[in-house]
């Protein structure tokens, strides 16, 4: 069963979609896209489609919303931070703990979703049971600090109102408060208070995030959580290993 689902944030509408088997109570796993992405367009996010497609195989469901600025969602994207996107998080975890049919809460995110995951699990960690995080884009902390936004450079002591990551695109003009929160955003610290079974997998290709954060993760979290570096793969995670990607995620979150 496929739903759209629409839940008020501050009021933003977020928009979603529900992907649920033909059964009473199941486990329902949060997926959060990376920035600039969307979880509402399966051409553009074909990794959260096909992980959804084999989880429903296993009796569990998705819930899958675009960040506010992203997507359907209201918001324009040159108003969006960290700090909404973990409001977002929020609402959608309520929203899920919610639903008649829920068992037990996973959540799983890419690049800067695996950020927010991770920090919504250290948040709710009496509420999430498992995580993962896919390419998480925890150095961004770093780049925030030495004035790097994806290869445009800026001051970091002085940043500008907006900083355009990608030079002649103006549709991804960021807010330059954004970079400010990064400099000092407790990503370790926060995640680290999840103490359930996690579940990281990078490439060591990465040329948009630094694989050296998915290490950092685990010496935070050296209890219950497995590290997963695949030699010379990308930052989708979709260059030559998406099957193999695919088959740990869903095993991983499949299993008691």
Request: aromatic letters at 10%; hydrophobic letters at 40%; charged letters at 25%.
């Amino acid at each position: 069963m496929e739903q759209k689902v629409e839940i008020i944030r501050d009021g933003l509408t977020l928009r979603g979609r529900i992907f649920k088997p033909e059964v009473k109570k199941c486990p329902v796993v949060i997926m959060f896209h990376g920035l600039l992405g969307s979880s509402s367009d399966d051409v553009d996010n074909h990794q959260f489609y096909e992980i959804t497609n084999e989880l429903l195989k296993h009796n569990i469901a998705s819930i899958k919303f675009d960040f506010n600025g992203h997507g359907i969602s209201d918001g324009k994207f040159s108003d969006m931070t960290i700090l909404g996107e973990l409001l977002d998080a929020a609402k959608i975890i309520e929203y899920t703990k919610s639903l008649d049919f829920t068992e037990d809460i996973y959540l799983l995110g890419h690049s800067m979703g695996g950020v927010v995951a991770g920090m919504m699990a250290g948040y709710y960690t009496d509420i999430v049971k498992k995580l993962v995080m896919l390419a998480p884009a925890a150095t961004m902390v770093d780049d925030a600090n030495r004035g790097s936004c994806f290869g445009t450079a800026f001051d970091p002591v002085n940043v500008p109102d907006y900083i355009i990551p990608w030079e002649n695109d103006n549709n991804s003009k960021a807010w330059g408060f954004m970079f400010r929160v990064n400099k000092t955003l407790p990503v370790y610290e926060t995640t680290k208070l999840f103490r359930g079974k996690t579940l990281i997998i990078h490439g060591t290709n990465d040329d948009a995030v630094g694989v050296i954060g998915a290490k950092r993760y685990r010496e935070h979290m050296p209890q219950n959580t497995e590290v997963v570096l695949i030699e010379n793969e990308i930052h989708s995670l979709d260059a030559f290993a998406f099957d193999e990607v695919r088959e740990r995620v869903v095993t991983f979150l499949a299993e008691d």
